[in-house]
């Protein structure tokens, strides 16, 4: 992995972005923000499953009266949506947003423009400037290619630069996963901005998991990207796990790394069942951990050399081996408290 694009740092709530600060992953709620208890109950359960930062949608008056409220209940930074209407983030600015979401170019008069600005320097309130293949101004650029959305982009900023306005977050989402890398591999070479990453209208939760993955790791991979985000049709609170995933997968944050054996005709318990019940109980530790689950003895032990703690399962006992070393055998029917053990073994052994 080559190392991070030293990007500028921008300040989001009391979330600091960019610079090398650890990447942020974020979500979006999708229930009218003025329907306030449920917009509550929303931020609160994505904030609970690993969201960083959440946008709303400001569609009103009424969703922007509400994020005053919003805002101080919630547990993480809010950021609103806006489209057009400037009176939305000057009221949204007013009612204590962290963040804006709009893109300067849709807001036709200078002196609108002009004013949201101002008032966001003033607040401290960062913009991101989010360009999506799919709603490029189709006079100027009938075709959504990488070069043409990081054009839309740098006239969007331009006109922030104009006001002396810098503290700016860019997005260069596509469906389509080769546009979107590309964009934003271009962009990086023109600007330090930092850079929030996701593939639109990634679909139901596998081809999500799938694409967004491949789009936003490559990404990951080369450096680039300071928040996340993985879009799933559904419930916001699924897309959590992926994106957790794919920072602990290329060991961006602390976490636990699950590995399970694919099974085979050796495989002797339930391999998955097991691996579930692990994750479950472990998913959430706080630490940079791999744990292996193993379907049979004949190849287990070789294949978790490399993992912290792995269980090798066997018809009536099982394995457990720490550190690539041979632990202890226990009795299938007791593995999960037997890895509690373990696992606590282990941590308490690498904290001395
Ligand atoms: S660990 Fe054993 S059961 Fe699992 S895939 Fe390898 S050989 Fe098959």
Avoid: W
């Amino acid at each position: 992995m080559t190392s991070r694009q030293n990007t500028r740092v921008i300040q989001i709530g009391n979330q600091k972005i960019g610079g090398g600060n650890p990447i942020l992953i974020q979500s979006m709620t999708n229930i009218p923000a003025k329907k306030r208890n449920e917009s509550l109950i929303q931020i609160n359960s994505l904030a609970g499953s690993g969201a960083e930062l959440v946008r709303l949608a400001v569609l009103d008056m009424e969703d922007a009266q509400a994020i005053q409220e919003l805002s101080e209940k919630s547990p993480v930074p809010l950021i609103a949506d806006i489209h057009f209407d400037y009176r939305l983030a000057i009221e949204s600015l007013n009612r204590g947003i962290a963040g804006l979401r709009l893109n300067p170019g849709n807001i036709r008069e200078k002196d609108k423009v002009k004013h949201i600005v101002d008032l966001a320097a003033l607040k401290k309130v960062p913009i991101r400037i989010g360009v999506n293949a799919g709603s490029l101004d189709k006079t100027r650029y009938p075709h959504p290619t990488a070069a043409n959305m990081v054009k839309s982009a740098l006239e969007h900023i331009q006109i922030l630069e104009e006001i002396g306005f810098y503290e700016i977050k860019v997005s260069l989402k596509s469906s389509d996963i080769r546009t979107m890398i590309e964009a934003n591999r271009l962009f990086s070479q023109e600007r330090d901005y930092p850079l929030h990453l996701g593939v639109t209208e990634a679909g139901t939760l596998i081809s999500s998991a799938v694409r967004s993955s491949i789009g936003i790791g490559t990404l990951l991979l080369e450096g680039l990207g300071d928040t996340l985000r993985v879009s799933v049709s559904g419930d916001p609170v699924k897309e959590l796990k992926i994106a957790k995933e794919i920072l602990i997968s290329l060991k961006l944050r602390k976490g636990v790394l699950f590995i399970a054996c694919p099974t085979c005709g050796r495989t002797v318990v339930d391999t998955e069942k097991i691996a579930l019940e692990l994750e479950e109980e472990f998913g959430n530790l706080d630490e940079k951990l791999t744990i292996a689950v193993m379907g049979c003895v004949v190849n287990g032990p070789g294949e978790a050399k490399e993992a912290d703690i792995a269980l090798i399962g066997g018809e009536k006992e099982s394995l457990i081996y720490l550190g690539g070393s041979f632990y202890k055998k226990i009795p299938t029917s007791k593995i999960l408290a037997e890895m509690k053990e373990a696992v606590s073994v282990f941590l308490n052994k690498r904290e001395k």
